[in-house]
């Protein structure tokens, strides 16, 4: 379910979360709403939770490295397939928490698009055996440099992507490094 830009709170989220009529829901998107870390305690604790396939509650400065640690906590959420903090205050610091949560190892995609995450975020994936199996990751408009993209190359893990997202910004030498590994499964788009 798309709820982008409802304006809705933790409040209404919990509504969502507790009926009755989307006990089958999976996907839930909150792009743009007022919610923010307690937004995603609530939804680990509700029925809701569980089952959610795809956690995109992103796009809201609320959602911090919080969110992180909550989710880290959360050893019954075995069914995320997508997570993406796009747009959000998450930092290095709370993609080192998600890289230890083994039961996040469900993930095939993550997103953390319009972060002020590092290439230190990117060498604690890099180095994590719990998104060994992730195909999609996006890191555009984020701090990736040329460490950040050695990471990504050198990385034991990451044999199942299908596709990465940069910016430009990483350097020539290191875009033409990360493709002899990925090949078109790399994009880089334009800052």
């Known amino acids: 379910a798309d709820f982008t830009q ?11 979360a507790h ?27 509700s029925p809701l939770g569980p089952r959610l396939t795809d956690w995109e509650i992103d796009g809201n400065s609320g959602v911090t490295s919080e969110a ?8 019954h959420l075995t069914n995320i397939r997508v997570l993406s903090f796009d747009n959000t205050n998450i930092t290095d610091s ?15 995609e993550l997103d953390f698009r319009n972060t002020n995450l590092s290439h230190l975020a990117v060498r604690a994936l890099a180095r994590s ?11 555009v408009k984020t701090w990736i440099n040329g460490f950040g ?19 430009d910004a990483v350097p020539e030498a290191s875009q033409k490094k990360l493709r002899e590994r990925f090949g078109r499964k790399v994009e880089f788009g334009r800052i």
């Open 6 to 16: 409802n304006r809705l709170t933790t409040d209404g989220v919990r509504a969502l």
């Open 94 to 108: 709370g993609v080192e928490v998600l890289c230890e949560a083994e039961h996040l190892a469900s993930v095939r």
């Open 68 to 75: 992180a640690y909550i989710l880290m906590r959360a050893a």
């Open 19 to 45: 009926s009755p009529v989307l006990s089958r829901l999976k996907k839930l998107r909150l792009y743009g709403n007022e919610v923010s870390d307690g937004t995603y305690e609530m939804l680990v604790a």
């Open 129 to 139: 055996p719990v998104f060994a199996d992730v195909e999609r990751l996006n890191f």
């Open 149 to 167: 993209a050695r990471f990504l190359r050198e990385s034991p893990y990451l044999k199942k992507v299908k596709f990465i997202a940069l910016y």
